[in-house]
C-alpha cells in the first residue's frame, strides 16, 4: 500500500516520493520551498539547511516511537490513552505543556483538555520569547511581514541573536542577501548592525559590531535613543554599557540614514537581566526611529510554531501563555502559572507535554519534579523527555505525516502540507491523538 498523500505537489513514481514547496517545520522561519525526496530507506532533502535536514531525516530513522508504552513496556494504543487519561482524571492539579513542533490544530485540541480538566497550560514561549510577548502587551508593536522585510529593509539590527547558527536562512532570504523589490542591489543595498557580546559567526558579517557588556541592553537601548534625539550621552555611557560615544552615535546616524530597518531581537534580549524591560525598550527605539524613517521590530522566534501557542492560545483564551484555568475562567500570571515555576514550587501532580523535549530544556529542579510525578509525552523519540515519562504516545511529524498550519516568525499563518502517513495506524495526527484523548477523559470524568 502506498503511504503517499495525494495532492499536485506530491508525486509518486514507483516507492519513491517527491514533494515540492514542503515547510520546514524546525525553526521560527517556517521555510516552505523545501523539496523532498523519499524512499523507503532515505530522505534527500533541497534547500534545507542543515538543521531543517535533520528533522526530514527523522522520516526514516530507525530511533522512532512506534508503539506507546507505559512503565517502559509496550502496550496497546487504547491501554496508554486509558493510562493517560487515568492519570489526568485524578489529578488536582495536572499540568498541560503544548510544545511548539506541531500544528495549531494539535495546540487547541491539547488547550481543550486544559481547559476541561481545570489544569495549567504553557508552551515553550515560557522559556525563550515570553518577554518579549510581555513587552508587545506593555508597548505595542511596529511590526511587518518577512516579505515586507525582504523587499524593503536596508537595515538590519539584530539584537541579541546569532541567526548565522540558530536560523541558517535568515539573511539568505529574508534581511541581507537576496535582491529585493526595493532593494535591488541585494546585499550592496542593505545595511547590518549586530549588538551582541560575542564575535559570533553573524557579527563577522556585520558593518558595526556593537560588543554591548553582557546585560547592559537596556542602558544601550535607552543610549540609542538620547542619541538619536541628538542630546548628549552620559559621561559614564562607555563605563555601563562598555560601547563608546562614537559607536552609538554612529548607529544613530545608520539608524536615520536608512529608508526600512528591522530590529530583530533575540534570546539576548529576552532572557538577560531586565527581561521584557528590554523588548519593552527595544520597541519604544522602533517607536522613537519612525520620527525619522520607517521601522519595524520582529522577534526571531525559535522552535517551529511556538508563535503559534501564543496565537491559538490567544484567541482561545486572551492570553499567550502560563494560564491557569483552575478556576472554570483563564487566568493569566508568568511567574507563578509558567511552567518552571509552578513545577519547581512542587504544586504539579501531573503532566501532559506534547511535542516538546522539556526533559532536556528546564531546570534541574523542575526536571526532578517531573520525576516525582506521573507525566505523559507525546514523543517522537527517545530523549530526555521520554525518561521522566511514565505514558509514551508516539507523536506523528507534522507537516510531513500530517496537514497542519503553523505560525511563522512574523505571526503569519504558514499552511503545511504533508506527504507521507505516519509508520503506524492507531493515530492519523497529534491533534488526532489528543481528541481520542479528551473523549475517553469525558467519559471518565464527565461535567
Ligand atoms: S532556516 Fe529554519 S525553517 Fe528554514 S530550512 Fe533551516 S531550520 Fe528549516
Excluded at 30 to 35: A, F, H, P, R, Y
Excluded at 125 to 146: E, K, N, R, S
Excluded at 172 to 199: A, L, T
Excluded at 341 to 359: I, K, P, Q, S
Aim: charged share 20%; with cysteine.
Amino acid at each position: 500500500m502506498s503511504n503517499m498523500v495525494k495532492t499536485d505537489l506530491v508525486k509518486q513514481e514507483q516507492e519513491v516520493i517527491r514533494c515540492t514547496d514542503v515547510t520546514c517545520p524546525v525553526c521560527g522561519m517556517s521555510c516552505d520551498d523545501v523539496e523532498v525526496e523519499l524512499t523507503p530507506t532515505s530522505v534527500t532533502t533541497k534547500n534545507a539547511c542543515l538543521m531543517g535536514d535533520a528533522k526530514f531525516q527523522e522520516l526514516r530513522s530507525p530511533h522512532r516511537f512506534v508503539y506507546p508504552t507505559v512503565n517502559g513496556e509496550r502496550v496497546t494504543w487504547e491501554e496508554a490513552l486509558n493510562a493517560a487519561a487515568d492519570i489526568l482524571v485524578k489529578a488536582k492539579r495536572p499540568f498541560f505543556f503544548i510544545g511548539s513542533e506541531t500544528s495549531n490544530e494539535a495546540m487547541a485540541a491539547g488547550i481543550e483538555i486544559a481547559e476541561y480538566l481545570g489544569g495549567l497550560v504553557d508552551g515553550n514561549a515560557t522559556i525563550c520569547h515570553g518577554p518579549t510577548v510581555m513587552a508587545f502587551q506593555d508597548v505595542g508593536m511596529a511590526g511587518c511581514t518577512l516579505g515586507e522585510c525582504r523587499n524593503r529593509s536596508d537595515l538590519a539590527i539584530y539584537w541579541g541573536c546569532n541567526p548565522a547558527d540558530s536560523h541558517p536562512r535568515h539573511m539568505s532570504r529574508h534581511s541581507m542577501y537576496m535582491r529585493g523589490f526595493f532593494v535591488e542591489q541585494g546585499y550592496q543595498g542593505r545595511k547590518m548592525i549586530v549588538v551582541d557580546p560575542r564575535r559570533s559567526p553573524t557579527a563577522a558579517q556585520a558593518d558595526l559590531h556593537v560588543q554591548v557588556k553582557p546585560g547592559r541592553d537596556f542602558e544601550l537601548l535607552n543610549a540609542v535613543m538620547v542619541a538619536l534625539r541628538g542630546m548628549e550621552l552620559h559621561p559614564d555611557t562607555e563605563k555601563v554599557t562598555g560601547v563608546s560615544v562614537d559607536t552609538i552615535k554612529k548607529m544613530a546616524e545608520m539608524i536615520k540614514e536608512c529608508k526600512f530597518g528591522v530590529i530583530w531581537v533575540g534570546l539576548g534580549i529576552a532572557s538577560t537581566h531586565g527581561k521584557h524591560h528590554n523588548a519593552s525598550m527595544a520597541m519604544r527605539l522602533t517607536q522613537l526611529a519612525n520620527d525619522y524613517t520607517k521601522f519595524v521590530i520582529l522577534a526571531n522566534r525559535g522552535h517551529c510554531n511556538v508563535a503559534g501557542f501564543n496565537q491559538v492560545l490567544s484567541w482561545t483564551c486572551g492570553f499567550p501563555f502560563a494560564v491557569d484555568y483552575s478556576r472554570g475562567v483563564p487566568r493569566y500570571q508568568p511567574g507563578e502559572y509558567s511552567c518552571v515555576d509552578a513545577l519547581r514550587r512542587g504544586e504539579v501532580d501531573a503532566m501532559l507535554v506534547m511535542c516538546a523535549d522539556l526533559g532536556a530544556h528546564l531546570p534541574k529542579k523542575a526536571v526532578e519534579r517531573m520525576m516525582d510525578i506521573p507525566v505523559i509525552s507525546i514523543e517522537i523519540a527517545p530523549g530526555p523527555q521520554a525518561f521522566v515519562s511514565d505514558v509514551i504516545l508516539p507523536g506523528v511529524l507534522d507537516g510531513m505525516e500530517c496537514e497542519g498550519t503553523f505560525y511563522r516568525m512574523d505571526n503569519v499563518p504558514i499552511y503545511a502540507r504533508s506527504f507521507c502517513k505516519p509508520p503506524f495506524d492507531f493515530t492519523t495526527s497529534n491533534e488526532h491523538t489528543l481528541k481520542q484523548l479528551l473523549k475517553i477523559i469525558k467519559e471518565k470524568k464527565p461535567k
